[in-house]
């Protein structure tokens, strides 16, 4: 994930100092969410921890999207006092995109992004790229102020007014309202939660979408508690309507075997009604259709990661590579690297077990360096042999805290959950011998970050700060 730096903030109101964190290299094949932060308009957005007082930065950025060969460049006017200055932000960002690329991945549009100094227009021209149009966008910031218009009414006005405004009411509504509950659940503070539930349950009960998401909910439960052929075709027969169908599709995919159609031929050669033989004739078209479409995108998908793997190999700085492709590093990457190694390994081929190898590492040593220090250090001793392991230990004792014990006595309990009794023991293994080592290192360690100040700056230590149009004050780095 590109990285992030802290940036000192001054709250107008309270004049608390704080730190928040700051994206600048904003690349979609890296970080997906990144599109809809922009979208959202949750990019370096900063709340004061004391007061609540909040606001955007105005700190320039540039968002890239390689598969649209797009740069785009916020410049607002506080860059800078110039022109110039404005200029060297500007050929700053655009270089540190570079940078972060393969060589062979860099391109001229690159170098010419188109620059915006109103994140307005900015937002307008990524919906224009996804192909969504600003009454889209209206429509979902309207049902967004009508959630927030229902918790504030009494109850008693709720059915009027969703009676009167029944197209807001849709399947975006109930996310908005689930988003909020959960950051209640989270310990954010909103105003009236308790009405969350009680406004949740009454649209469930008094909508069609409501009763139809609450059906939805109710068959994947009962799917999900014992997933099998028999289930799943119970749950696509009752299944209120085609997303319910295309969500239960998706997975159970790995269910939709013979033996599964023969019982749905079944079903349907057996119909009572003419009618009911006609709808699980219906529903066995868009299954059909269904799979097919899913299976046809899979092995799309198989097809991109074997030419990622295939660039990967060929690169000169694979690492760089891998880092811009961090959302393509997944199951299906790794089942495409493991089917090749193997293919190697079993033709002989020394060389090209030696290029995988090599494409490999430079993988894990992306991912690691994305990972929490927690998870990075265990995948490591994961894979030491058991001879090295105690030099390994030796050599991260900084690494060894408490914390890190924790975690491996959880991870330890998630692999046994996950019936994965070999690796389950192997981490027992290393966590009994980290503690044999670590005990008295862990605790020192500890006590010397405690004793560590994080460093923070006061007020008047310098006269580089630039007040935001929010009125937040940002410590120049």
């Given at each position: 994930?590109?990285?992030?730096?802290?940036?000192?903030?001054?709250?107008?109101?309270?004049r608390?100092?704080?730190?928040?964190?700051?994206?600048?290299?904003?690349?979609?094949?890296?970080?997906?969410?990144?599109?809809?932060?922009?979208?959202?308009?949750?990019?370096?957005?900063?709340?004061?921890?004391?007061?609540?007082?909040?606001?955007?930065?105005n700190?320039p950025?540039i968002?890239?999207?390689?598969?649209?060969?797009?740069?785009l460049l916020?410049?607002?006017?506080?860059?800078?006092?110039?022109?110039?200055?404005?200029?060297?932000?500007a050929?700053?960002?655009?270089?540190?995109?570079?940078?972060?690329?393969?060589?062979e991945?860099?391109?001229?549009?690159?170098?010419?992004?188109?620059?915006?100094?109103?994140?307005d227009?900015?937002?307008?021209?990524?919906?224009?790229?996804?192909?969504?149009?600003?009454?889209?966008?209206?429509?979902?910031?309207?049902q967004?102020?009508?959630?927030?218009?229902l918790?504030?009414?009494?109850?008693?006005?709720?059915?009027?007014?969703?009676?009167?405004?029944?197209?807001?009411?849709d399947?975006?509504?109930?996310?908005?309202?689930e988003?909020?509950?959960q950051?209640?659940?989270?310990?954010?503070?909103?105003?009236?939660?308790?009405?969350?539930?009680?406004?949740?349950?009454?649209?469930?009960?008094?909508t069609?979408?409501?009763?139809?998401?609450?059906?939805?909910?109710?068959?994947?439960?009962?799917?999900?508690?014992?997933?099998?052929?028999?289930?799943?075709l119970?749950?696509?027969?009752?299944?209120?309507?085609?997303?319910?169908?295309?969500?239960?599709?998706?997975?159970g995919?790995s269910?939709?075997?013979?033996?599964?159609?023969?019982?749905?031929?079944?079903?349907?050669?057996?119909?009572?009604?003419?009618?009911?033989?006609?709808?699980?004739q219906?529903?066995?078209r868009?299954?059909?259709?269904?799979?097919?479409?899913?299976?046809?995108?899979?092995?799309?998908?198989?097809?991109?990661?074997t030419?990622?793997?295939?660039?990967?190999?060929?690169?000169?700085?694979?690492?760089?590579?891998?880092?811009?492709?961090?959302?393509?590093?997944?199951e299906?990457?790794?089942?495409?690297?493991?089917?090749?190694?193997?293919?190697?390994?079993?033709?002989?081929?020394?060389?090209?077990?030696?290029?995988?190898?090599?494409?490999?590492?430079?993988?894990?040593?992306?991912?690691?360096?994305?990972?929490?220090?927690?998870?990075?250090?265990?995948?490591?001793?994961?894979?030491?042999?058991?001879?090295?392991?105690?030099?390994?230990?030796?050599?991260?004792?900084?690494?060894?805290?408490?914390?890190?014990?924790?975690?491996?006595?959880?991870?330890?309990?998630?692999?046994?959950?996950q019936?994965?009794?070999?690796?389950?023991?192997?981490?027992?293994?290393?966590?009994?011998?980290?503690?044999?080592?670590?005990?008295?290192?862990?605790?020192?360690?500890?006590?010397?970050?405690?004793?560590?100040?994080?460093?923070?700056?006061?007020?008047?230590?310098?006269?580089s700060?630039?007040?935001?149009?929010?009125?937040?004050?940002?410590?120049?780095?």
């Open positions: 994930m590109p990285p992030r730096y802290m940036a000192t903030v001054t709250c107008p109101s309270c608390t100092r704080f730190q928040t964190p700051v994206e600048q290299i904003l690349d979609v094949r890296v970080d997906p969410g990144a599109r809809n932060r922009i979208i959202g308009g949750s990019i370096n957005v900063a709340v004061c921890p004391s007061c609540g007082t909040g606001g955007a930065l700190i950025f968002y890239h999207d390689p598969e649209k060969e797009v740069a916020y410049l607002p006017i506080e860059s800078g006092p110039t022109e110039v200055e404005r200029q060297r932000a050929g700053q960002l655009a270089r540190q995109l570079m940078d972060a690329m393969a060589p991945e860099r391109r001229g549009y690159l170098l010419q992004p188109e620059t915006f100094i109103s994140m227009t900015l937002v307008k021209r990524v919906l224009e790229l996804e192909g969504i149009s600003e009454e889209d966008m209206a429509e979902a910031q309207r967004r102020e009508f959630v927030v218009e918790l504030q009414a009494e109850p008693a006005d709720w059915p009027e007014m969703v009676a009167n405004n029944e197209s807001l009411i399947e975006g509504a109930f996310a908005f309202l988003y909020l509950m950051l209640v659940a989270s310990g954010q503070q909103i105003a009236e939660p308790e009405k969350l539930e009680t406004l949740h349950e009454f649209l469930v009960q008094e069609d979408i409501g009763k139809v998401l609450a059906q939805r909910s109710e068959i994947f439960r009962s799917f999900a508690q014992n997933p099998s052929r028999e289930s799943l119970d749950a696509l027969t009752r299944a209120p309507d085609e997303e319910t169908i295309t969500l239960l599709v998706q997975s995919i269910l939709m075997d013979y033996g599964f159609f023969q019982s749905l031929v079944k079903q349907i050669d057996t119909a009572e009604s003419p009618e009911e033989k006609a709808e699980l219906k529903l066995r868009t299954i059909l259709d269904l799979r097919d479409e899913m299976m046809k995108q899979s092995e799309e998908e198989v097809r991109e990661r030419a990622l793997l295939s660039k990967l190999i060929q690169s000169s700085d694979p690492q760089r590579l891998a880092a811009s492709h961090m959302a393509e590093l997944d299906i990457f790794f089942a495409v690297l493991g089917g090749q190694m193997r293919e190697a390994q079993q033709q002989g081929d020394t060389k090209a077990v030696e290029e995988i190898q090599r494409a490999a590492s430079a993988v894990n040593r992306v991912i690691e360096g994305s990972m929490p220090p927690e998870v990075s250090l265990a995948r490591r001793l994961m894979a030491v042999p058991e001879e090295q392991l105690d030099q390994q230990l030796e050599s991260a004792k900084e690494l060894l805290t408490p914390r890190f014990l924790e975690f491996l006595e959880a991870m330890g309990q998630s692999l046994v959950e019936g994965q009794a070999e690796a389950a023991e192997r981490l027992a293994r290393v966590a009994t011998r980290a503690r044999r080592i670590a005990p008295a290192a862990a605790e020192a360690a500890t006590e010397r970050r405690e004793q560590q100040p994080a460093a923070q700056a006061q007020p008047g230590d310098s006269d700060e630039t007040r935001t149009p929010s009125g937040l004050i940002i410590a120049k780095r």
